[in-house]
């Protein structure tokens, strides 16, 4: 029975708390989530930005932004074959939720809808896997196999169910080429998984951002609480000096961690990956990079090809996909219909989508076209056509606070006379978050 297999959560980006070691093994500090010591950052850039809104020109501002920025990002630096710098590891916990601490039990509550999951199942069927979103997405998938190997050994189980969540989907693609044909998931519930690429990071690689909301940067590497505070700092200087901290601080970024970062790599819409490759990783140094990319690159383009080698075996695969929002405040792409993520193509895998705020042209729909009420969504268009539901107006970050969602995963895991769209009228294929 589906409700005796115990459920890995393989959640998104900054999910997996990660620690610096030296060389002898010795732990020293966390890393990720990033945390901006706002005395230090004030002390660094207090000097410069008075005398950039006294004398209303730049006046090294943007240079003590970058710097603190690339100092803070330091840990993390990747190098151009895709190694990091330094000995980053994930946290991880190769035990149930059931044990973990209270603080760790609301976070993983917060990170996927398992709450009503968990209920069914019992915490001590639920697990959260943890791994290094900066390196390549391969040797997270063997860790993944390692780590489903270990809760099947725990249980006495064949199978599992997997639960990728957002950048999961990207993990879940290189599991499923390295490891897929072992048959080891026996349903897979894709939550806002980014199944062909986040068009957020091919803006960020094409520098398309929104150059007025500079605070943006921030909030997208850190917090609301950095952002707001750097949007209260900004309001009192020129526009040119806005802009300047927005693009400096993507250079630090860049420089950094995101352009010799493998995962972030991976994490781009298969159509844009050639050009970005070519114009960003064609010297000699990044030889070795670009191998280990080409590999993720022609999983990416055989996708379907994939999980239908899958289904057929007997594994059984569905999504939720948000639509409707305008992408985050950091890109200047203000027409794709997304969950301010993901843009609804890549979490539902194909799905025909209208640009945000329209409506799909008539002239390209068929016979079997599945329109949403607003005429903005064809889901007959997605690979999993009959076991997505689409989403209108929600967050990408907010679906482990959608009851709705919480109670798909429920029953797509425990109720074996769920199986698609058609099941039960409570759920149909398309409904709004209020």
Not at 31 to 37: K, M, S
């Amino acid at each position: 029975m589906n409700e005796s297999l115990p459920c890995i959560i393989i959640p998104g980006m900054g999910h997996s708390k990660m620690e610096l070691f030296d060389e002898a093994g010795r732990k020293q500090k966390t890393v990720w989530p990033l945390r901006v010591d706002e005395k230090e950052a004030a002390r660094r850039i207090r000097g410069p930005y008075f005398r950039t809104v006294l004398t209303r020109r730049d006046k090294g501002f943007t240079d003590a932004i970058r710097a603190y920025f690339t100092d803070v990002l330091s840990p993390l630096t990747t190098l151009p074959d895709g190694r990091m710098q330094h000995d980053i590891r994930p946290v991880t916990r190769d035990y149930p939720v059931s044990e973990y601490t209270e603080g760790e039990k609301r976070f993983t509550y917060r990170v996927a809808p398992v709450r009503e999951l968990a209920k069914a199942i019992g915490e001590d069927h639920l697990y959260l896997f943890a791994y290094n979103f900066f390196t390549d997405l391969y040797d997270s998938a063997d860790a993944l196999d390692a780590f489903i190997q270990t809760v099947k050994r725990r249980h006495g189980v064949k199978q599992v169910n997997l639960l990728p969540v957002s950048m999961g989907g990207a993990l879940f693609t290189a599991y499923l080429d390295a490891h897929g044909a072992q048959n080891d998931a026996a349903n897979v519930m894709f939550i806002e998984a980014a199944l062909d690429g986040s068009v957020l990071m091919s803006d960020l690689f094409r520098l398309n951002v929104d150059k007025y909301n500079g605070y943006s940067v921030l909030e997208f590497a850190t917090s609301r609480k950095v952002s707001d505070a750097m949007r209260k700092l900004l309001s009192l200087v020129p526009w040119e000096v806005r802009f300047g901290v927005l693009y400096k601080s993507l250079d630090a970024a860049f420089s950094t961690v995101i352009n010799n970062s493998l995962a972030m790599w991976e994490t781009l819409p298969k159509e844009d990956l050639p050009a970005l490759r070519e114009a960003h990783l064609s010297d000699e140094a990044h030889a070795p990079f670009r191998r280990q990319l080409d590999r993720f690159m022609a999983a990416q383009f055989r996708i379907r090809e994939m999980l239908g080698q899958r289904q057929e075996a007997g594994t059984k695969f569905y999504a939720t996909s948000g639509y409707g929002l305008r992408i985050m405040a950091l890109s200047a792409n203000d027409t794709i219909s997304t969950d301010t993520v993901l843009a609804a193509y890549s979490s539902s895998l194909g799905a025909l989508t209208a640009p945000r705020g329209e409506k799909l042209d008539p002239a390209i729909l068929t016979p079997y076209s599945r329109l949403s009420p607003d005429g903005a969504i064809d889901a007959s268009t997605g690979y999993l056509k009959d076991t997505t539901w689409f989403f209108k107006g929600q967050v990408h970050n907010d679906t482990a606070f959608n009851d709705k969602i919480q109670q798909l995963v429920r029953r797509v895991f425990t109720d074996p006379d769920f199986t698609d769209v058609f099941s039960d009228p409570a759920f149909p294929q398309f409904m709004e978050v209020g």
